[in-house]
């Protein structure tokens, strides 16, 4: 993807915590989505950052650092449901609402 | 629930055909999107659109056209569909504001022979 910047692939266990990194180019930046894509399906919204700090939602978590141009997303106790591709998305600030995708993490989750 | 749908899972065409992929959205959404996701490139954004019969050149629009004479519908065209468009096609839409978040359609697999 334009600038963003995540590892291609990531390798788990079932109930371990997986930290999914992107780094984006902080010009123009106006907030940061994750979104979880299964196999052959559409990406779902999994959460937005714009401001410094930890979102959490369940089991899953996002963290923003807008002055290092850094985010996170945390999964804890995992399933084998999680293995799925991960992707980072940015928000720019261009006066039109579209987004800058990463080419994504596929994370994959083992018994 | 919001919900985009799009004409196809699955479409097989010829080089050469003129190819319609169409796409709906029911929560009057300003903005709409179409991608190409293919492995190792990610969602790549062909064309978008924030308004009637309006539209915008993303990243990759060689090769593509698009339509929006409704609100709820954007169209994508491949006036002469060649083996490298061979993709998976996604349509999105969003309402303006920058913590608004993009629905997806499921996607069409286009192939192309």
């Known amino acids: 993807g334009q600038n963003i910047d995540q590892p291609t692939e990531m390798t788990a266990t079932e109930g371990a915590i997986v930290q999914i990194n992107c780094t984006y180019q902080?010009?123009?930046?106006?907030?940061l989505f994750w979104y979880q894509q299964h196999a052959g399906e559409a990406p779902t919204f999994l959460s937005y950052?714009?401001?410094?700090v930890l979102e959490e939602k369940g089991r899953f978590s996002s963290f923003l650092s807008r002055s290092k141009g850094y985010s996170y997303l945390l999964l804890k106790e995992l399933q084998m449901k999680d293995s799925a591709s991960y992707l980072c998305?940015?928000?720019?600030?261009?006066?039109?609402?579209?987004?800058?995708f990463g080419t994504g993490t596929r994370l994959l989750v083992s018994p | 629930d919001v919900k985009v749908t799009q004409s196809s899972r699955y479409l097989v065409k010829r080089t050469g055909e003129k190819v319609f992929l169409e796409c709906v959205q029911d929560?009057?959404?300003?903005?709409m999107f179409w991608y190409r996701q293919d492995p190792g490139l990610g969602l790549r954004l062909i064309y978008f659109?924030?308004?009637?019969?309006?539209?915008e050149k993303g990243d990759i629009p060689e090769g593509y056209s698009v339509s929006r004479e409704k609100k709820e519908r954007f169209s994508l065209i491949l006036e002469s569909a060649s083996t490298n468009q061979t993709s998976m096609y996604l349509c999105?839409?969003?309402?303006?504001?920058?913590?608004?978040?993009?629905?997806f359609g499921p996607g069409t697999r286009l192939t192309v022979t």
């Open positions: 999105a839409s969003r309402s303006q504001g920058a913590s608004h978040e993009q629905y």
């Open positions: 902080t010009s123009g930046f106006n907030g």
């Open positions: 950052n714009v401001l410094d």
């Open positions: 998305a940015t928000n720019m600030n261009t006066g039109f609402q579209k987004l800058v």
């Open positions: 929560m009057d959404h300003e903005n």
């Open positions: 659109s924030y308004d009637v019969k309006m539209k």
